[in-house]
């Protein structure tokens, strides 16, 4: 009998750990969902792990949107993009254009956007460098890419030194550099260190950029154009992919790039472009209704009411000095808790307590690096980020096997 493999073994046994404490593979029992609470065995608890960063999921515009074009159009157009497109999409498209200031494709998610753009852009005689803790579905499609003859290389995260010492040594043998990297980190939120790239970009010419920049939609830059595009506006030899999911509040993904060229040869030639479904009418309409808010005024106000948030949480978590893998800018947090068995336990305890994050094992992190993980939502109240994080400070000691007194509650001006 064949065995499979470690990797498989190991997170075959921590999933069933999940599950065991209730934490994995739930379904929520709520008859609506209203965003900031979730219903699991009878009990409504807050959801501190909804990736919809500016609740746009809940808004009347973006449902009338999805049901306009249900209406209009039906709950799906089952034909390959190389052939038709629904007829929303000309609209939607339009507008992304005017949203990013740049050429636009939508794409059925983000991680098909990955396996569309990068067989097409990246080809033998290129070099990919891509940081570990880069997302899995760009991790993913950077493997098809090496099955055609590419070398991959994985670069300690974040680390701009060695990375640039690659790009030296990879220019010598190769035509172009790609470095695949996400602009939020979905784990521990801090933030890729946009500019100083852009600088590499300026220095080496043979260096490409690709961004996943999933979870910085929305709730930043210009009509929410994203932490990256914020940072670094697009230009030559960079392209962004992006979620029209999460904070944008639709369904779908789409790839940013600085010219009409790169754009033609994916929406061409990307495999998903010619051989999956396309995103569908109702999703469509959702995804129309956001871009007109975002291209608003509206969605400045939304930004801060989100940033709002944040800053109490990182005023929070300094008050009662709760360590925390970095010192968040954006809507994810992270406390690591060491062993993968302990963060099941303390997010097992919250659960109980009434607050619903999640429990970050490997896969995703590190085994040494298992720890909590949670989102803020516009959804979340003061009251209710007050309340998490004044429940950590009183049952983190017990997950971290030290003899740290517990922190007593402490009243901070809301």
């Known amino acids: 009998m064949k065995t499979q493999p470690n990797w498989i073994s190991a997170i075959d046994r921590i999933v069933d750990m999940g599950l065991n404490h209730g934490l994995a593979q739930r379904t929520t029992e709520d008859q609506a969902f209203n965003g900031r609470t979730i219903c699991l065995n009878g009990k409504h608890v807050l959801n501190f792990a909804l990736c919809s960063y500016l609740g746009l999921e809940q808004d009347s515009r973006l449902k009338q949107g999805t049901i306009d074009a249900v209406t209009r159009y039906g709950t799906q157009f089952a034909i ?173 993904g789409a790839l940013v790039f600085p010219n009409a060229s790169m754009h033609r040869r994916v929406k061409n030639c990307g495999g998903p472009m010619i051989f999956s479904g396309p995103i569908q009418p109702p999703m469509l309409g959702a995804a129309i209704a956001s871009a007109r808010i975002h291209l608003s005024s509206e969605i400045d106000r939304l930004q801060a009411e989100l940033q709002d948030r944040i800053a109490l949480c990182n005023r929070l978590l300094k008050v009662y000095e709760i360590p925390v893998a970095c010192s968040s800018q954006s809507p994810i947090f992270y406390i690591k808790v060491g062993h993968p068995h302990l963060a099941g336990d303390m997010a097992k305890c919250l659960l109980d307590e009434g607050f619903y994050t999640n429990h970050a094992v490997y896969p995703a992190v590190s085994r040494r690096k298992s720890g909590i993980r949670f989102t803020l939502t516009r959804h979340l109240s003061f009251e209710d980020i007050h309340g998490l994080i004044s429940t950590i400070a009183r049952i983190l000691p017990n997950f971290r096997g030290t003899s740290s007194r517990k922190k007593t509650e402490k009243c901070v001006p809301l």
């Open 80 to 252: 390959s993009r190389t052939y038709m497109s629904a007829t929303p999409y000309t609209e939607l498209e339009a507008q992304l254009e005017k949203l990013f200031g740049s050429h636009a494709l939508a794409t059925p998610t983000t991680t098909l956007g990955h396996i569309a753009a990068l067989p097409v852009l990246i080809q033998k005689g290129d070099a990919i460098i891509i940081d570990q803790m880069a997302h899995n579905s760009m991790q993913t499609a950077a493997k098809l890419v090496q099955a055609e003859g590419v070398p991959v290389e994985t670069l300690l995260h974040s680390n701009l030194e060695l990375l640039e010492e690659r790009i030296n040594v990879l220019s010598q043998q190769y035509r172009h550099v790609w470095y695949l990297t996400d602009g939020v980190f979905s784990m521990f939120g801090d933030l890729a260190p946009a500019k100083e790239l852009g600088e590499l970009l300026n220095r080496h010419e043979q260096l490409h950029l690709y961004f996943d920049d999933a979870h910085g939609m929305s709730w930043i830059g210009e009509h929410g154009r994203g932490y990256v595009l914020d940072c670094l506006p697009i230009r030559e030899r960079m392209v962004v992919a992006t979620s029209l999911c999460k904070a944008y509040g639709a369904g779908g």
